[in-house]
């Protein structure tokens, strides 16, 4: 049997790219005559930027750092040892560039196993181990610490989490065996299952503290030298440790089935993480670490070769990189100064957009519409979003009196945008109108203004094609809630030029927007998308397939809510208008129901009541609609839709809507909330292969968001 030396070896051969972590070992004697201490610092000699990983290379520096010490307490030379972190960082777990590269189970199980066997070693020292968590904690470097004896934090830690199902692994060197050993199974399905599937959730210091997972909370401008002042007690026996009791009955049980409820209403059962991670705390009740520490290697091993993680660290990745260099946009240097923005319209889109302008630019922003009460109803909607933020104690007093100065509200577009460098419209989503809009806001804005345009389908070309400077306008679309989702989708006109393009894109990222280069195409990407991918749930159910059998059909998927329930939040009159748009443009593909329709003209909001709390199909709705015979299984529909979404991408990808593939999936992640483990959609239709049943190739290479061949 290998040792952890030669096992670490041979991933670091797999992984000759990894960013190494040193283990730097000091010693010294501790305060009030404690004794002689040593100190393992993990640091990646970069600045926090760069947040310290464990590859193989750093276990092994790791593992290295233990040899010394455990030398060290077993010669009596030293009291203790702790671990900590370079400034602002502790660890961020596993490096997951290693893992996207492995081919071989075996390799994945070295994985698991090489973690496992070098944390071990800390809770076997002689001598009692100490975990000082002083900055960012994720992951193994959670984890690390857990293997410790002692753990403190500092109140000043802005990020710890076992985010691993959030990605599609498991907490894999030790969190699903040992956390519900220190905290209890309820505290750490919260930590392990509900806030990773939670937008992978992070705790703050304090709320460490207080879940019990460290034993001492200690103010960050001295957390290091507090934590020894407090080893030095615990060490001295001036202080007792006091640890809860495990409730390992009946509360073990039922913490196990809340989290697969919570996995079940998150992720139907589509990503086997979660539900991976339930079954080894479910066994970890015996408290038999090491029956769990093969469970996690075997966890591990098993989804590191499974399609789910690498969709979700493709997901990932498109997130953190690409969505931070958009492909395609212009030249950063091109891009011309924001001074004032101007909004047209005063509605809740246009106020939203408003204050979001304002809080990220913190430029002057005036909005427009046609009469004071409008006005001041879009205006006074921003200061009590202001307000609420006083409130909660996001911003003081100064800051809330200065963002309410920069907001006005006026009547006349030429008094409002004669000095404005950015003017958005936000008006009723009808081609005349906003020509009409674009037409009066150039008349009077300057001759370098942006005009930008938040339409969800109509053409922007189109919309500039009457201006004397078609060339300025860009199409800037948001999606709703603007505040909660980051997609910005950014519409190149036919005569849009790089100077107003690199003006939106430098807009967007001082939004903090994710923004996606898009060609001007009906409904542009996300919409365009669901509205097929709707259509076809529609079309089943006008054919005959009842409504529940339909909405159920993509549960698999694990999508934040189904079909009939999203279209609900968008808005039936906005979903048949998209499908309208959406049809004169390709009438061979996209429907417009009649029973939507109808569903429309009745004013319903919505399929459903929600009388029981739950959604129930709504007895109006039920008797407007009319069905044909033809009555599909919920596999039959699943199929139907799929090939629908497969085929409607194939397109767009053909007439280059986006640049690949991977915007595609971006755009779903960021705007529409769709699934990591999904990758998007492209990743899963290639693995569910539907992309070469119906477009005869895949959409990403082998080895791309998939195992490497």
Not at 43 to 67: R, V
Request: proline share 5%.
């Amino acid at each position: 049997m290998s040792t952890t030396a030669e096992l670490l070896k041979q991933a670091s051969d797999l992984f000759p790219d990894e960013v190494v972590t040193q283990a730097h070992v000091r010693h010294f004697d501790l305060p009030a005559g404690a004794g002689r201490f040593a100190l393992i610092t993990l640091d990646n000699g970069l600045d926090h930027t760069k947040p310290t990983t464990f590859g193989p290379a750093s276990l092994a520096n790791l593992n290295a750092a233990i040899d010394q010490v455990e030398k060290e307490a077993a010669d009596s030379e030293i009291v203790g040892v702790g671990i900590t972190g370079k400034p602002f960082i502790f660890a961020v777990g596993a490096d997951l560039k290693g893992v996207e590269i492995l081919k071989e189970y075996e390799h994945a199980l070295a994985i698991g196993k090489g973690g496992h066997e070098v944390f071990k070693r800390l809770s076997k020292l002689a001598v009692p181990t100490f975990a000082y968590y002083n900055g960012a904690a994720m992951g193994g470097g959670v984890e690390v610490g857990l293997h410790c004896t002692y753990r403190t934090v500092s109140a000043a830690l802005p990020a710890f989490s076992l985010p691993e199902v959030f990605l599609g692994l498991v907490p894999g060197w030790g969190g699903c065996t040992l956390l519900p050993n220190l905290i209890g199974a309820d505290k750490a399905v919260s930590v392990i299952i509900e806030n990773s599937l939670n937008q992978n959730k992070q705790l703050k210091g304090k709320q460490v503290y207080e879940l019990g997972i460290a034993d001492a909370l200690f103010e960050g401008a001295d957390f290091l030298e507090q934590s020894l002042i407090w080893t030095a007690s615990v060490l001295k026996g001036e202080i007792e440790v006091e640890r809860p009791v495990i409730d390992r009955g009946e509360g073990w049980d039922q913490a196990v089935a809340k989290g697969r409820f919570i996995a079940d209403s998150k992720v139907h059962g589509a990503a086997p993480a979660a539900y991976r991670a339930l079954d080894i705390i479910a066994a970890a009740k015996n408290g038999d670490l090491q029956q769990g520490y093969d469970a996690e290697d075997k966890a591990l091993a098993d989804l590191i070769m499974g399609g789910e993680l690498r969709s979700g660290i493709y997901a990932f990745n498109l997130v953190q990189k690409r969505g931070k260099r958009p492909a395609g946009a212009p030249d950063k240097s091109l891009a011309r100064p924001v001074t004032k923005v101007g909004v047209v319209g005063a509605g809740l889109m246009a106020s939203q957009l408003a204050l979001l302008f304002l809080r990220r630019l913190e430029v002057p922003v005036v909005l427009t519409d046609i009469d004071q009460e409008r006005v001041d109803k879009g205006v006074g909607y921003v200061h009590a979003e202001i307000d609420k933020l006083l409130g909660k104690g996001r911003i003081n007093q100064d800051k809330a009196n200065r963002l309410k100065a920069l907001v006005t509200g006026v009547l006349d577009k030429a008094e409002g945008f004669a000095d404005a460098d950015f003017i958005i419209e936000a008006v009723f989503e009808e081609m005349g109108v906003k020509q009409k809009v674009f037409a009066e806001v150039e008349a009077v804005a300057p001759a370098h203004a942006i005009l930008a345009t938040n339409t969800s389908s109509l053409s922007v070309s189109e919309m500039a094609s009457k201006l004397k400077h078609p060339e300025r306008v860009v199409g800037f679309h948001f999606f709703n809630p603007v505040a909660v989702l980051p997609l910005l989708e950014i519409v190149r006109g036919e005569q849009t030029d790089e100077a107003s393009l690199a003006t939106a894109f430098g807009v967007a990222k001082k939004l903090k927007k994710t923004a996606v280069l898009v060609k001007d195409a009906p409904a542009f990407v996300v919409n365009r998308i669901l509205t097929r991918f709707m259509g076809e749930i529609q079309n089943v159910i006008d054919e005959g397939t009842p409504v529940e059998v339909a909405e159920k059909a993509v549960e698999p998927l694990g999508l934040p809510m189904s079909p009939l329930v999203l279209l609900e939040l968008v808005g039936p009159a906005i979903g048949l208008h998209v499908s309208e748009t959406l049809n004169r443009a390709f009438p061979d593909r996209f429907t417009v129901s009649p029973n939507l329709k109808a569903v429309v003209e009745a004013g319903k909001r919505g399929f459903y009541v929600y009388d029981s709390g739950k959604p129930e199909l709504d007895p109006e709705v039920a008797a407007l609609l009319k069905q044909g015979d033809s009555v599909l299984t919920e596999e039959q529909v699943r199929e139907r839709v799929l090939d629908a979404v497969a085929q409607e991408i194939g397109l767009m990808l053909d007439e280059g809507v986006v640049a690949e593939a991977q915007d595609i999936d971006l755009c779903l992640i960021t705007g529409a909330g769709w699934p990591f483990h999904l990758g998007g959609i492209t990743p899963y239709l290639d693995r569910e292969g539907v992309s070469e049943r119906v477009n005869g190739k895949r959409f990403l290479a082998q080895g791309v968001a998939s195992v490497p061949a």
